[in-house]
């Protein structure tokens, strides 16, 4: 359950990342307080993940989720430039989170063996 906390906050982060773009530096009062309730809300299901799942791990993969949804989406909605070296980095970044999932399941494992 805690990596599906992990997912969600990593999901609403790319919601409130977006949200700031609209928001203007909160000068817009609707797109403001909707990326208030995300940022609130990322929060929240970011911190439910982390009683289980190590801060190193759940920091970098909320972080990675985050800034790797808001990089394709600035790409495919608003036609961000995109170059073979920003989408080798995204992959390379998307991997990364992959791997520490599949790092955190090994552990938990090996943990259990003992």
């Known amino acids: 359950m805690a ?32 990326t208030i309730v995300f940022i609130i809300i ?4 970011f911190s439910r993940a982390m009683k289980q799942i190590p801060v190193g791990t759940a920091y970098a993969v909320f972080t990675g ?6 990089a ?10 995109v170059s073979i070296a920003k989408v080798f980095f995204l992959l390379l970044l998307i991997g990364g989170i992959i791997g ?5 399941a090994k552990e938990a494992v090996k943990a259990g063996e003992q």
């Open 3 to 34: 990596w599906l906390y992990l997912i969600a906050a990593g999901i609403t982060e790319i919601i409130w990342a977006l949200g700031l773009k609209f928001a203007e530096g909160f000068t817009q009062p609707v797109p403001s307080a909707i």
């Open 42 to 45: 990322s929060f929240l299901l």
């Open 100 to 104: 520490l999932k599949l790092a955190d």
């Open 65 to 70: 989720i985050g800034a790797a949804g808001t």
């Open 72 to 81: 394709l989406i600035g790409i495919l909605v608003f036609g961000e430039f």
